[in-house]
């Protein structure tokens, strides 16, 4: 989100002092530049030099000012003047041999080197007088000009007090700046919350679509805001709090922000990070802190973005850290119970981890109201592609329908990003449009991950060849498993190859017979380069990884294993060193090697029953990984001749047992 006046006051500030930064700057370079030392033009020599050169006749003109005597030479002099090398005595009548002149660097004491000078300066002696000067400049015939004395107080202030008024106020100003930086520093505490005005155009609900359930709840939040009197002359009740719950990129912060935009409210915004710094107390601070601004302007809106990064339950965890979270959680859960019933606040928060917030979060008078934002059906995800291809020169082939078909499982962010990459898609295609097929690529690319340009010799494609080929055709023939979409030898994202399935609708539960078919398509890979190649490679790692997760998690959290109807990690997503680093483990160590022999037994149980389908199959095997090598993709269409039509799962039949 952004807006003009995000901007605090104080980062408004450094553009004035920028102009006046500028202004001292070149005010100090005129105050050393006119304080750089300058050679003389004037030699200053000794009253009584003066008099000898006046007396010698080499003084053509002198200017009286006060006890200043300026005047030129008739013939240049050099000065200082040289002192005679083999101690000879000064000629007599001179004047003794001058001190040396004045450095040109006061207090820098290199001693000025003699040159010829035509001018010279000296100063009168005006206490003691001489009444034989005018008499001898006469007889010399030198110019006289005299002249009113410089106003001495002026030149004073001018040379002496104005750099040291310069300098007073230069430290004047870099102290003002150094308080309000430090300001800046005690400023920890207070909230770094964005404002946002509603009469700004914005998000609005016709920008989020799938969300149906949300929108009509948080509909109902504008509602009240809008006519707060509607509701409280029948007495009813908002909630204090809203939490947004769902995976990720489903549309969370987007409906906080289309709250924003149609509430007509001011609307204060910061994510759950912003709270915790390293710095002990601030968070706690800064919710007190938001927590006054936003009601001094009720009614408004707070939206907590990523909730769970200070709403954690209390005691997970180690450290400070954990201290400073538990504090500031603490210190929201204060500040939510501390409005009066008049006040319209409301908070909003969202968050995809709903399962590790602190339980008091959740209570009523708090969060109550929970607004699960899930990911968009067929219906949903149409609605979302229209909304982000709207501004998309979109030709006339392309039929939204079907591309919200063959997303399942894909998130309004993911579909906004599909709807981008189409268009990156056509561009580099150098199309005018965005054809269907560039949806299809870019669906792939968002599904897959970008194509890969990897060489890699005969036997190596051959072996992936193959070990895409058992996924594929298991998955064909399990006709529990998700169809298969596509089947590719391409390199894409951080896989040699690809098998993508698709399931046909959204499944909201697993049925065991779904999760075995699951297992089989995964070790189907691996089982192909057993029976083929006689040898088995790397590749298979993440499938390994996944099918032991999955299997192990249908023994210990969802009693399909042999241990009978009983979960063994009720909480396996604790945050890291968390629960179960303080508690241990809910059952004894005999247990736990039951339940790795359990895990064992199933993943051996899919392993033979995959090996004895794909040998039944290898005619399939070997037909789809010859397609595989020629043609790099197989399609649908493609599969269906290669290994004949695809078995349909069974309907269910309710199986009734007698006591
Ligand atoms: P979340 O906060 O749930 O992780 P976001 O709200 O940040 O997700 O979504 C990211 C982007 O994805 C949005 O800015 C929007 O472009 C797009 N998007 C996500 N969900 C939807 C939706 N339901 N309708 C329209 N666009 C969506
Ligand atoms: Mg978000
Ligand atoms: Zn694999």
Same mark, same amino acid.
């Given at each position: 989100?952004?807006?003009?006046?995000?901007?605090?006051?104080?980062?408004?500030?450094?553009?004035?002092?920028?102009?006046?930064?500028?202004?001292?700057?070149?005010?100090?370079?005129?105050?050393?530049?006119?304080?750089?030392?300058?050679?003389?033009?004037?030699?200053?020599?000794?009253?009584?030099?003066?008099?000898?050169?006046?007396?010698?006749?080499?003084?053509?003109?002198?200017?009286?000012?006060?006890?200043?005597?300026?005047?030129?030479?008739?013939?240049?002099?050099?000065?200082?003047?040289?002192?005679?090398?083999?101690?000879?005595?000064?000629?007599?009548?001179?004047?003794?041999?001058?001190?040396?002149?004045?450095?040109?660097?006061?207090?820098?004491?290199?001693?000025?080197?003699?040159?010829?000078?035509?001018?010279?300066?000296?100063?009168?002696?005006?206490?003691?007088?001489?009444?034989?000067?005018?008499?001898?400049?006469?007889?010399?015939?030198?110019?006289?000009?005299?002249?009113?004395? =410089?106003?001495?107080?002026?030149?004073?202030?001018?040379?002496?007090?104005?750099?040291?008024?310069?300098?007073?106020?230069?430290?004047?100003?870099?102290?003002?700046?150094?308080?309000?930086?430090?300001?800046?520093?005690?400023?920890?505490?207070?909230?770094?919350?964005?404002?946002?005005?509603?009469?700004?155009?914005?998000?609005?609900?016709?920008?989020?679509?799938?969300?149906?359930?949300?929108?009509?709840?948080?509909?109902?939040?504008?509602?009240?805001?809008?006519?707060?009197?509607?509701?409280?002359?029948?007495?009813?009740?908002?909630?204090?709090?809203?939490?947004?719950?769902?995976?990720?990129?489903?549309?969370?912060?987007?409906?906080?922000?289309?709250?924003?935009?149609?509430? $007509?409210?001011?609307?204060?915004?910061?994510?759950?990070?912003?709270?915790?710094?390293?710095?002990?107390?601030?968070?706690?601070?800064?919710?007190?802190? *938001?927590?006054?601004?936003?009601?001094?302007?009720?009614?408004?809106?707070?939206?907590?973005?990523? *909730?769970?990064?200070?709403?954690?339950?209390?005691?997970?965890?180690?450290? @400070?850290?954990?201290?400073?979270?538990?504090?500031?959680?603490?210190?929201?859960?204060?500040?939510?119970?501390?409005?009066?019933?008049?006040?319209?606040?409301?908070?909003?928060?969202?968050?995809?981890?709903?399962?590790?917030?602190?339980?008091?979060?959740?209570?009523?008078?708090?969060?109550?109201?929970?607004?699960?934002?899930?990911?968009?059906?067929?219906?949903?995800?149409? =609605?979302?592609?229209?909304?982000?291809?709207?501004?998309?020169?979109?030709?006339?082939?392309?039929?939204?329908?079907?591309?919200?078909?063959?997303?399942?499982?894909?998130?309004?962010?993911?579909?906004?990003?599909?709807?981008?990459?189409? =268009?990156?898609?056509?561009? *580099?295609?150098?199309?005018?449009?965005?054809?269907?097929?560039?949806?299809?690529?870019?669906?792939?690319?968002?599904?897959? $991950?970008?194509?890969?340009?990897?060489?890699?010799?005969?036997?190596?494609?051959?072996?992936? =060849?193959?070990?895409?080929?058992?996924?594929?055709?298991?998955?064909?023939?399990?006709?529990?498993?998700?169809?298969?979409?596509?089947?590719?030898?391409?390199?894409?994202?951080?896989?040699?190859?690809?098998?993508?399935?698709?399931?046909?609708?959204?499944?909201?539960?697993?049925?065991?017979?779904?999760?075995?078919?699951?297992?089989?398509? *995964?070790?189907?890979?691996?089982?192909?380069?057993?029976?083929?190649?006689?040898?088995?490679? @790397?590749?298979?790692?993440?499938?390994?990884?996944?099918?032991?997760?999955?299997?192990?998690?249908?023994?210990?959290?969802?009693?399909?294993?042999?241990?009978?109807?009983?979960?063994?990690?009720?909480?396996?997503?604790?945050?890291?060193?968390?629960?179960?680093?303080?508690?241990?483990?809910?059952?004894?160590?005999?247990?736990?090697?039951?339940?790795?022999?359990?895990?064992?037994?199933?993943?051996?149980?899919?392993?033979?029953?995959?090996?004895?389908?794909?040998?039944?199959?290898?005619?399939?095997?070997?037909?789809?990984?010859?397609?595989?090598?020629?043609?790099?993709?197989?399609?649908?269409?493609?599969?269906?001749?290669?290994?004949?039509?695809?078995?349909?799962?069974?309907?269910?039949?309710?199986?009734?047992?007698?006591?």
């Amino acid at each position: 989100m952004q807006g003009e006046n995000d901007r605090t006051e104080e980062e408004r500030r450094p553009n004035a002092g920028r102009g006046w930064g500028l202004l001292w700057l070149v005010f100090m370079i005129w105050l050393v530049f006119s304080m750089w030392p300058r050679p003389r033009e004037a030699a200053e020599v000794p009253y009584s030099t003066f008099l000898t050169q006046v007396r010698e006749g080499n003084v053509e003109s002198v200017r009286i000012a006060g006890s200043e005597i300026t005047g030129t030479f008739e013939q240049a002099v050099t000065w200082p003047q040289p002192t005679p090398a083999n101690g000879e005595a000064t000629p007599p009548g001179n004047a003794p041999a001058p001190a040396p002149a004045p450095s040109p660097f006061p207090g820098m004491g290199a001693p000025e080197t003699p040159r010829p000078y035509q001018r010279f300066e000296t100063t009168f002696p005006e206490v003691v007088g001489d009444e034989a000067l005018l008499p001898l400049l006469r007889e010399q015939d030198v110019t006289v000009e005299v002249a009113q004395p =410089a106003s001495p107080w002026l030149a004073m202030l001018l040379a002496n007090a104005l750099p040291l008024l310069l300098l007073v106020l230069f430290f004047v100003w870099m102290g003002r700046n150094a308080s309000r930086a430090q300001s800046g520093i005690f400023d920890f505490g207070r909230t770094r919350a964005r404002r946002y005005d509603a009469d700004r155009p914005t998000v609005t609900f016709a920008d989020v679509a799938g969300v149906e359930e949300a929108k009509t709840e948080l509909q109902q939040v504008v509602d009240f805001l809008r006519e707060p009197k509607k509701y409280r002359d029948l007495g009813a009740r908002i909630p204090r709090g809203v939490l947004l719950s769902g995976p990720p990129g489903t549309g969370k912060t987007l409906l906080a922000r289309a709250v924003a935009g149609e509430a $007509g409210v001011p609307f204060f915004s910061l994510s759950g990070s912003e709270f915790v710094e390293m710095l002990v107390g601030v968070g706690a601070s800064r919710v007190r802190d *938001l927590f006054e601004r936003a009601k001094k302007e009720a009614p408004v809106i707070i939206f907590i973005d990523e *909730l769970d990064a200070v709403g954690r339950r209390r005691g997970a965890g180690l450290g @400070t850290v954990n201290d400073e979270r538990e504090q500031t959680l603490n210190q929201l859960l204060a500040a939510m119970d501390g409005f009066e019933p008049h006040q319209e606040v409301i908070v909003l928060a969202a968050t995809n981890r709903p399962d590790v917030l602190d339980p008091a979060l959740l209570r009523p008078g708090r969060f109550d109201r929970q607004v699960e934002v899930g990911l968009p059906d067929r219906k949903g995800r149409e =609605a979302i592609l229209r909304i982000h291809s709207r501004k998309l020169p979109i030709a006339d082939d392309v039929r939204i329908e079907e591309v919200a078909n063959g997303t399942t499982g894909f998130s309004g962010a993911q579909l906004a990003n599909l709807c981008n990459e189409a =268009a990156l898609v056509a561009a *580099l295609r150098n199309q005018r449009m965005i054809a269907m097929e560039d949806f299809e690529e870019a669906r792939d690319k968002v599904m897959m $991950g970008g194509k890969r340009a990897l060489v890699m010799d005969k036997y190596q494609r051959r072996i992936v =060849a193959y070990h895409e080929a058992g996924h594929a055709v298991v998955a064909w023939l399990t006709p529990q498993a998700d169809p298969v979409h596509k089947v590719t030898v391409v390199p894409r994202g951080r896989a040699l190859g690809v098998t993508a399935q698709l399931p046909e609708e959204e499944r909201y539960n697993f049925s065991r017979e779904y999760l075995l078919a699951r297992l089989s398509v *995964l070790i189907g890979g691996r089982v192909a380069e057993e029976l083929v190649c006689g040898d088995i490679t @790397t590749g298979a790692e993440n499938d390994l990884v996944e099918a032991t997760r999955l299997t192990r998690r249908m023994v210990t959290r969802w009693g399909m294993g042999s241990l009978g109807f009983v979960a063994f990690e009720t909480d396996d997503e604790q945050p890291f060193l968390g629960y179960s680093f303080a508690h241990g483990k809910d059952y004894a160590d005999a247990t736990a090697a039951r339940i790795d022999q359990d895990v064992q037994r199933l993943l051996e149980e899919r392993h033979e029953y995959v090996r004895r389908l794909l040998t039944d199959n290898q005619d399939g095997l070997e037909r789809l990984t010859e397609a595989l090598l020629e043609q790099e993709t197989v399609g649908q269409e493609a599969l269906e001749e290669i290994l004949g039509p695809r078995r349909q799962p069974q309907e269910i039949t309710v199986v009734r047992r007698a006591a």
